[in-house]
């Protein structure tokens, strides 16, 4: 078998392991740039693109749900609520005024237990457990353990709630 050999003129030699390293920095260049581009194709880029609804978000989402409870006040709640898409919102919204009315401090805690897709809209179920000190004498303190089922939609900047069950968390 006869040797291949790269003849260079003779000013200009240049060592072997010289040309491999530049091969390898140029092959690993390209794999780079070619995972840069492939990374980026996943990604949401454009205003009508949503990323894809991950466990993540629903703990996020339930934290942001813990807090507004917990802030006593119902604004801050219910902008965690898309209106627009949430079925009886204004009732929903009734309700929640009249529940931060009767009760005073609240202490939320939540476990995520699933969290799945259905169609463009994220899905969780989390357990709930709502303690909440009444404002009125003559009204009990509250406290409940409930599963949620939460449904979110993607309004282009948030996973926002399009629906609650059950509402009776509320009453």
């Known amino acids: 078998m006869a040797?291949?050999?790269i003849?260079?003129?003779s000013r200009s030699r240049v060592p072997v392991w010289q040309i491999m390293i530049l091969c390898l920095a140029s092959i690993l260049g390209t794999v780079i740039f070619a995972c840069a581009q492939e990374g980026k194709s996943s990604a949401?880029?454009?205003a009508?693109?949503?990323?894809?609804f991950s466990e993540g978000d629903a703990v996020r989402v339930m934290d942001n749900v813990r807090q507004g409870l917990e802030s006593d006040n119902p604004r801050r709640f219910l902008k965690l609520f898309d209106a627009k898409k949430m079925p009886g919102f204004a009732a929903f919204r009734d309700q929640?005024?009249?529940?931060?009315e009767k009760f005073g401090p609240m202490r939320m805690t939540?476990?995520?237990?699933?969290v799945g897709t259905e169609g463009e809209f994220g899905a969780a179920i989390a357990e709930i457990t709502l303690d909440a000190a009444a404002k009125?004498?003559?009204t009990p303190n509250l406290r409940r353990i409930v599963p949620v089922r939460v449904i979110l939609g993607w309004d282009g900047k948030a996973w926002k709630i399009v629906d609650w069950s059950p509402r009776e968390l509320f009453q």
């Open 3 to 5: 040797k291949l050999r």
């Open 7 to 9: 003849l260079l003129p």
């Open 48 to 52: 009508g693109s949503r990323p894809v």
């Open 44 to 46: 949401p880029n454009d």
């Open 136 to 138: 009125q004498a003559t």
């Open 110 to 114: 939540y476990r995520v237990t699933q």
């Open 96 to 100: 929640i005024s009249v529940f931060f």
